[in-house]
């Protein structure tokens, strides 16, 4: 079996997986796998669930959006956030789900619809890979 590096950047954090076989990520366009030799390229990226493969054994993280850099058999995420499904705070997430939900009801003028809207998402997908 081939393997390949990935790498994860955030503005506050770095992190690297060595001998990765496969990775699956959420692109803006549908999700997408990368496997060693996979062709050069970059990808955008929305919130959602990244699962790696390595050792036979199954890695889930939630991320925030970003971008993804397939080159030289390594895959370079530059994300806003990412976290491992067993760091996932519950209580944090469902009270960021409970926030959004709560201001996108009350339909306040002054509310930043779109950013609501994020909100929920990201909390959502938190939410859901905490539970892997």
């Known amino acids: 079996m081939s393997f390949f590096d990935l790498e994860v950047i955030t503005p506050t954090k770095t992190f690297e997986l060595e001998k990765v076989s496969y990775v699956k990520c959420p692109g803006s366009n549908g999700s997408f796998g990368v496997m060693a030799g996979h062709r050069e390229c970059v990808i955008s990226l929305e919130p959602g669930e990244v699962k790696v493969t390595k050792e036979s054994k199954e890695f889930f993280y939630s991320i925030s959006g970003g971008y993804a850099e397939i080159s030289n058999n390594r895959l370079l995420l530059l994300v806003e956030a990412v976290e491992p499904s067993a760091e996932i705070d519950v209580n944090r997430a469902q009270s ?23 909100a929920l998402i990201r909390a959502l997908n938190r939410l859901t890979i905490s539970k892997r």
């Open 96 to 118: 960021a789900l409970d926030r959004a939900k709560k201001r996108i009801k009350s339909k306040n003028e002054d509310l930043d619809i779109i950013r609501a809207e994020n």
